[in-house]
């Protein structure tokens, strides 16, 4: 016990683990991060690193995921991963560009959300929604790792999802680009898809005939646009 006391005490107030300086890939932001903190010569141990993570996202709201770790005996590392645009959040009065991560990203005015896939029914509560903020909704995060698995599912990556429509877990729809709606479940959509999968491989002459797929039931069923 005594031991352990001594050496608390020697990380805490020995002026070898002081910081001295920010280390940081993005050398045009170093500078105002070093302002930003101020944290040069204080102990290490001292530093709340979410709290110093908070005020550098604080700086670059809804563009960078931020990383803020020790780099003993005396620096902090601070890393910038650029947030991704993975789909377009449609809401009653407003639309907004969302990651994986359900972050409210700033994009530059340039960008075309049209490549982006649309979410619909995602019961969002929130009224005054803002860049960097992180949505909480299941049904809007049920959304996401749809279109994540969606994206990175063999011959689906073909198919790209235009809208997606998640209000009602149990009866999820989607339409790729070529006009065909999907109806699955959120219990058993990955295993679903994999059918899916199989189904448009099976169907690759009739693809563009169908009109909808429901991979409700235990059958899907398959119903075709009039001709």
Known sequence: MIVAIAVTSFLKNSPYFNIDGILCYEQDKLAKIEKLLNVKDKNIFSVDLKEVSRVIQEKYPGIFEISVTRAFPNKLQVAFKERI??????????NFIID???VILKVPED??????????GSYIA???LKTGQKIKSKNLNVALS???YMSDSGQLKKYKVI????????KIS?????????IVREEDFKEKLKILNSLFDQLSQEVNNIKYIDLRFKDPVINYKKK
């Not at 645009?85 to 407003?94: C, D, H, I, R, V």
């Not at 809208?163 to 149990?170: H, I, T, V």
């Open 146 to 148: 749809f279109l994540e």
């Open 85 to 94: 645009p993975l789909a377009k959040l449609s809401l009653p009065n407003n």
């Open 111 to 120: 960008f075309d959300d049209s490549v982006l896939p649309v979410i619909n």
């Open 163 to 170: 809208k997606l429509d998640a209000a009602n877990l149990n």
């Open 126 to 128: 929130f009224k005054d």
């Open 174 to 182: 989607f339409t790729v680009d070529n006009n065909i709606q999907i």
């Open 100 to 102: 994986n991560e359900a």
